[in-house]
């Protein structure tokens, strides 16, 4: 039939997918892979902007100035859809680069992510070479482990992000994530075996249990650009 648009077409994605794998388990047979590789594309994001150069954060849970964020790239979820009051806990990913990082700033509804038992999923990457790595986002600090049964790139595991991930693989040296008004990470490009000039798919998930509160995602189709010197350089020309 017709092909609606729906804001959580990667929602249904995953869901399909988890039954397909429950399927397989309950016959006691191993799940193929391609039950982990989605089968539409992900959903789109309403507005996407890239970023003006480097950025210089600090992380410290809440917006220290106007111009800490001003450089960076900006994503919002996809605007209308068949379920527009569904997912909606994240209000914008601002993301952006140094010369060895990435920052990534998340906007959420207010409360949305203070529960301890709350976790934030971020995936860059897409299919085998995907990086899935998990926080808190209570108020405070946390460490960013790799999502469990996650040892590096591709976990082939289609049970990941019922809600996020649940965090249970080595955590990642250099990497941290701050909450409080706002949830700010960092995460050293070297971890992620990328480097200036790359394209990444990126995105983030947050999730209490086994409920998705809000996600953005950019897949193969908006990939991030992962800024270099002739960025920085260019913003000061300009």
Known sequence: GVDHHTTDKAIFDRILREHLAATYERRGAPSPPWVGEPIATLAPISDHIAPLGYLHPVLDGRVTS???WKSAGRMSPGAGGAMHRGVSAIRDLHYGFDEGRLFLRVDTVAGAARDVAARLEIV???????HRLVTGTSPGRHVL????GADGPGT??????RAAARAGGPEIPGAFCVA???IELQIPLAALGVAAGDE??????????DVLLGEVLAGDDAPVRISGPEDEAAQWSA
């Not at 860059?124 to 995907?130: E, K, N």
């Not at 082939?156 to 992000?161: C, F, Q």
């Open 66 to 68: 106007y111009f800490e």
């Open 124 to 130: 860059i990457g897409s299919g085998d070479a995907a």
């Open 145 to 148: 482990a790799r999502a469990a």
């Open 156 to 161: 082939g595991d289609p049970a990941i992000g």
């Open 180 to 182: 409080g008004e706002v």
């Open 200 to 209: 990444i798919a990126l995105g983030v998930r947050l999730g209490l249990g």
